[in-house]
């Protein structure tokens, strides 16, 4: 089993404030998503970075794929309350042609107005 | 407008009284997965169906079953739910699979067992 772990797993800062989740594996991806879960609903995906040292802007959101497509981190700017919610990172393996899409263990972040 | 539709939003069951729980699509898209993620943990993938070949996770109890009867529907049937079933259900789909490919995620079917 490939082991994704994700920190801080919960986080509460104020309206304003910057802020990084990390995603961690000792294993190498194909890709790396990132999604956005709100209580009630399924998860939204955020973004994909395919290409180690990768980095993709979102609005205020920045992602970044490790150079060795082990790890992941997402920073967010001047977070606001619409960020709050579970952020999953979401790595790909391809096993002979078998993809499995393997999820972290999730952060979930609550800004605070 | 949803594209990947989960049935019921909230279902009740009985301690090993079987339940099926519905997806449907309008993506066309040939993969659907279900996933389970229990309370402030990450979805598990229990099975995918890559059109109508079976994938089944080895980690999977054999309490679970799926079937997909045509591209747009798939079901999960939990044959006799135990406490620990309790959770929610997730749907997904995509297009294909590779690198780029995107999951699209129902809402979910939060199931309770008494």
């Known amino acids: 089993t490939q082991l994704l772990e994700q920190s801080p797993q919960f986080l509460s800062i104020q309206e304003g404030e910057n802020l990084t989740v990390y995603c961690n594996s000792s294993?190498?991806?194909?890709?790396l998503q990132w999604y956005r879960q709100e209580p009630g609903e399924g998860p939204v995906l955020l973004v994909t970075?395919?290409?180690?040292?990768e980095v993709k802007k979102l609005k205020r959101l920045t992602f970044q794929f490790g150079d060795a497509r082990k790890d992941s981190s997402l920073h967010i700017t001047a977070a606001q309350p619409g960020d709050t919610g579970l952020y999953l990172c979401?790595?790909?393996?391809?096993?002979?042609?078998?993809?499995?899409?393997?999820f972290g263990t999730g952060t979930r972040l609550t800004i605070i107005p | 407008d949803a594209m990947v539709i989960q049935n019921p939003r909230y279902q009740v069951t009985q301690f090993g009284k079987p339940v099926t729980l519905s997806c449907s699509q309008t993506?066309?898209?040939?993969?659907m997965y279900w996933y389970q993620q229990k309370s402030s943990q990450a979805p598990k993938l229990l099975f995918h169906?890559?059109?109508?070949?079976?994938?089944n996770e080895a980690d999977t109890p054999d309490n679970f079953q799926s079937r997909r009867p045509n591209t747009s529907f798939c079901f999960l049937d939990i044959r006799s739910p135990g406490l620990g079933d309790a959770a929610m259900y997730l749907c997904?789909?995509?297009?294909?699979?590779?690198?780029?490919?995107?999951?699209?995620f129902g809402s979910g079917t939060q199931l309770s067992v008494l």
């Open positions: 997904a789909t995509s297009r294909s699979q590779g690198v780029h490919e995107k999951l699209f």
């Open positions: 294993s190498v991806f194909s890709s």
């Open positions: 970075v395919v290409t180690g040292g």
């Open positions: 979401a790595g790909l393996i391809s096993n002979f042609g078998n993809e499995k899409l393997t």
């Open positions: 993506l066309n898209h040939n993969v």
């Open positions: 169906y890559y059109d109508k070949d079976f994938n």
